[in-house]
Antibody, heavy 121, light 107 residues
Framework: QVQLQESGPGLVKPSQTLSVSCSVS??????????WGWIRQQPGKALEWIGC???????YYNPSLKSRLIISVDTSKNEFSLRLSSVTAADTAVYYC?????????????WGQGTLVTVSS | DIQMTQSPSSLSASVGDRVTITCQAS?????LNWYQQKRRKAPKLLIY???NLEAGVPSRFSGSGSGTEFTLTISSLQPEDIATYYC??????????FGGGTNIEIK
């Protein structure tokens, strides 16, 4: 059974860059046609899709975040990461990583437990 | 952008009740999924592509719909079903969007 585990800084200052990683265990990130995605949830709010990546490096981003966002993959470490620049308090959220069934089957079938990132000075 | 509207935003029902949640899209969509999120936990996939039950999910959960209107039904509400439920639509990437959520409580 695949498992995902996020790791993040906990606290980031406004205008800085937020970086969160997702370690995948129980299976290779290179296996099959899976995509690997990021979703966030601001306190008390609904889920928001951030973007996703294939092990080949192909990425897709939420247009509302695209200008500040980079998602990358490190197959040697079996992990993928997100970097969100120029953060504000509105980027305070629990950040989840998840496995997506496939390019044409976009449901999030396995999730990490989430990591809270707070943007504050 | 496609907007997803869930209704109701919250509901209170008794154990054993039949509960239905609706997700309405701002335009026709092809694909819709449903998730359950318990307090302080990650979401869990319940239904994919409108009506397919994810492995291990109890059969009291079912999904239906097409076009712009979709429903999630719990045939007999159980205490462990207390959670917030989200719909999620997708098309060709990057077209992915979640609904606003429906919070279910037990009377």
């Amino acid at each position: 059974q695949v498992q995902l585990q996020e790791s993040g800084p906990g606290l980031v200052k406004p205008s800085q860059t937020l970086s969160v990683s997702c370690s995948v265990s129980g299976g290779s990130i290179r296996r099959g046609g899976y995509y690997w995605g990021w979703i966030r949830q601001q306190p008390g709010k609904a889920l928001e899709w951030i973007g996703c990546i294939h092990h080949s490096g192909r990425t897709y981003y939420n247009p509302s975040l695209k200008s500040r966002l980079i998602i990358s993959v490190d197959t040697s470490k079996n992990e993928f990461s997100l970097r969100l620049s120029s953060v504000t308090a509105a980027d305070t959220a629990v950040y989840y990583c998840a496995r997506i069934r496939g390019l044409y089957s976009i449901w999030f079938e396995h999730w990490g437990q989430g990591t809270l990132v707070t943007v504050s000075s | 952008d496609i907007q997803m509207t869930q209704s109701p935003s919250s509901l209170s029902a008794s154990v054993g009740d039949r509960v239905t949640i609706t997700c309405q899209a701002s335009q026709d969509i092809k694909y819709l999924n449903w998730y359950q999120q318990k307090r302080r936990k990650a979401p869990k996939l319940l239904i994919y592509d409108a009506s397919n039950l994810e492995a291990g999910v109890p059969s009291r959960f079912s999904g239906s719909g097409s076009g712009t209107e979709f429903t999630l039904t719990i045939s007999s509400l159980q205490p462990e079903d207390i959670a917030t439920y989200y719909c999620q639509q997708y098309g060709d990437l990057p077209q992915v969007a979640f609904g606003g959520g429906t919070n279910i409580e037990i009377k």
